[in-house]
């Protein structure tokens, strides 16, 4: 069992930067591959990045690569996502999510919502212009 929480949203100028951060519980933090999601209003959640287990493998979809950066600290149960040169179109509610999926097929499903078993409760970003 492994609980998330989420930190670090806000409102934020265009061009700005945030660092959202995910404490996670459960003694086997460190084994589960993670990744960072967001919902806009209106719209279907869509996958932002992820990181495998031991942080030397991640994964971003194409609108937040060269902005978005991913990384997690395993001795402190915590994920962070670094948000750089923020645009409007980045405004949603972000959630971290543990993996709970084969880790052989993590590679071909990271980007999937069903490969995620444990949501945080999100953390609304906002972006104005």
């Known amino acids: 069992q492994v609980q998330l929480v989420e930190s670090g949203g806000g409102l934020v100028q265009a061009g700005g930067s945030l660092r959202l951060s995910c404490a996670a519980s459960g003694r086997t933090f460190s084994t589960y591959a993670m990744g960072w999601f967001r919902q806009a209003p209106g719209q279907e959640r869509e996958f932002v990045a992820a990181?495998?287990?031991?942080?030397?493998?991640?994964y971003y979809t194409d609108s937040v690569k060269g902005r978005f950066t991913i990384s997690r600290d395993n001795a402190k149960n915590m994920v962070y996502l670094q948000m750089n040169s923020l645009k409007p179109g980045d405004t949603a509610v972000y959630y971290c999510?543990?993996?709970?999926?084969?880790?052989?097929?993590?590679?071909?499903?990271?980007?999937?919502?069903?490969?995620?078993?444990?949501w945080g409760q999100g953390t609304q970003v906002t972006v104005s212009s």
């Open positions: 990181i495998r287990w031991s942080g030397s493998i991640t």
């Open positions: 999510a543990a993996a709970t999926t084969n880790p052989y097929s993590f590679p071909r499903t990271y980007y999937s919502g069903s490969s995620y078993g444990y």
